[in-house]
């Protein structure tokens, strides 16, 4: 710390409370002895994550090397962000139907729909200033998010999967512990933006496309799962125009998984994740090339002793 840094506190005092009332309806029906059919019509609450709705606001800067200062006063770029007191949690009403086939060879088969109506959703609302003074410092650039709620949005969508052990298909004892485990998730969302209504945008940091697809085996002690994952494009925070919104890009992942149970206290263990060192990228926009970051986890392995106390 410089000791030209300035810290202060200043007193702040915010207030709220809800009330709600939120039906849940099951309904299970057993159409043989392997079919089971589902539905559910439930009311949910989402509240607001503390930093977004405590009155506060956190700013962090750092003054720009001499030759990079273009307006004199302006040397500094920053973040603020501002909690927001007056965000109601968010509520939606969800119905969903589901049929589940169990098979012989111990998997399911499982197929559902789920749609959901949801008031006051919570996002991010990022906004771009330049050459601004915020409490006596000049910026030359300032980004200030902050949280609002939206007025509705919907969600809906398909979800098919299935959990296949090779011996459903063929008896021969090779294949006895081998297995597939699959899902796909497809799903249409909106939500209604003042001032954007003509956009078209998505649910927030809700992809339209989720795939799952693993090879296992299991047996005599030994696990073992390749997986691989992927989710498409989704948005993350809004701006002002289109062209500024923050998009997570497209993003897959494969891992490796595989134990073996020395006896009933121990257990070796290792993992292989994110094999292929995939990235995490954002874009300015949707479906462009336009980096706003990038996030590089790299592949790691992590092996182990696993102790159960009995």
């Known amino acids: 710390m410089d000791g030209d840094d300035v810290f202060a506190v200043v007193e702040n005092m915010g207030t709220f409370g809800y009330d709600n009332i939120l039906p849940n ?54 973040e603020l962000e501002i909690g927001n007191p007056e965000l109601s949690p968010y509520e939606a009403i969800n119905f969903d139907l589901a049929i589940e086939h169990y098979l012989q060879s111990g998997g399911v088969v499982s197929a559902g729909v789920f749609w959901k109506d949801i008031d006051n959703p919570i996002y991010e609302f990022e906004d771009q200033q330049d050459n601004v003074t915020y409490n006596g410092i000049g910026f030359d650039s300032l980004s200030t998010t902050s949280f609002q709620n939206a007025p509705s949005a919907t969600i809906k969508g398909v979800e098919l999967a299935a959990q296949i052990p090779f011996t459903t298909f063929f008896e021969d004892s090779f294949f006895d512990g081998f297995g597939l485990d699959v899902n796909a998730t497809f799903i249409s969302s909106d939500v209604t933006i003042f001032d954007r209504e003509m956009d078209n945008l998505p649910f927030f940091r809700q992809p339209s496309e989720i795939y799952n697809v693993a090879f296992y085996y299991q047996k005599h002690g030994f696990a073992a799962r390749i997986a691989w994952n992927y989710q498409d494009e989704s948005l993350r925070r809004l ?11 497209t993003r897959e992942f494969t891992d490796i ?11 070796l263990y290792i993992n292989w994740q994110n094999i292929f060192d995939e990235e995490k990228i954002q874009t300015y926009g949707r479906s462009t090339n336009r980096l706003r970051s990038g996030e590089f986890y790299g592949s790691y392995v992590r092996a182990g002793v696993r102790f159960n106390w009995r």
């Open 257 to 267: 998984q595989a134990s073996y149970n020395i006896n009933d206290n121990y257990t």
């Open 25 to 78: 309806l099951q309904f299970r029906y057993e159409i043989d002895g392997q079919t089971i059919l589902r539905a559910a019509f439930t009311g949910t609450v989402g509240r607001p994550q503390y930093e977004k709705a405590s009155p506060i606001s956190v700013l962090e800067y750092e003054e720009l090397p001499p030759d990079d200062v273009i307006s004199p006063g302006f040397e500094n770029i920053g």
């Open 239 to 249: 701006s002002g125009n289109s062209d500024f919104d923050r998009w997570d890009d």
